[in-house]
């Protein structure tokens, strides 16, 4: 059985902040923990937008704090987002995620699970890495 506290992922390298200051990411399982996906608390900072793309993975975002949109690209719609929301980027779709005047507390799942490094690149997307490669 693994068990993790968050307490215990704060100042590690399993915290992962954004390059552009908008987000946090604190990776509670990761590819090494071996159950064929990751699961992560990542905050996304007040009044942020974060253009998203992951067209290597498949995620699944359960809100539980805060409140926000996702407005996707390819068609303009906007998704409300508020605790007790969950969405699932089935298709990749490409968006905008926004928190509004305060801070999102989101809980979210990938496939196929990270290694940790990761954070977005110039097109919103994540690498897929595997052990050994360096972002």
């Not at 990542?42 to 805060?66: M, P, Q, R």
């Not at 929301?85 to 779709?93: E, G, I, S």
């Not at 905008?96 to 005047?101: C, F, I, S, T, Y």
Request: proline share 2%.
């Amino acid at each position: 059985m693994i068990i993790k506290k968050i307490d215990d992922i704060r100042g590690t390298e399993r915290e992962v902040y954004a390059e552009n200051g908008n987000w946090v990411s604190r990776r509670l399982l990761l590819k090494s923990d071996g159950m064929g996906f990751s699961f992560h608390e990542t905050i996304i900072f007040a009044n942020s937008e974060t253009h998203i793309w992951y067209k290597n993975h498949l995620e699944a975002v359960y809100c539980v704090d805060g409140e926000g949109e996702v407005e996707l690209l390819d068609d303009g719609t906007i998704i409300p987002i508020a605790p007790g929301t969950l969405y699932a980027l089935d298709r990749h779709d490409r968006h905008l995620l926004r928190a509004h005047d305060r801070d999102l507390k989101l809980l979210c799942v990938f496939n196929p699970a990270l290694v940790g490094r990761e954070v977005h690149q110039a097109d919103g997307s994540y690498a897929l890495l595997d052990e050994e490669d360096t972002v």
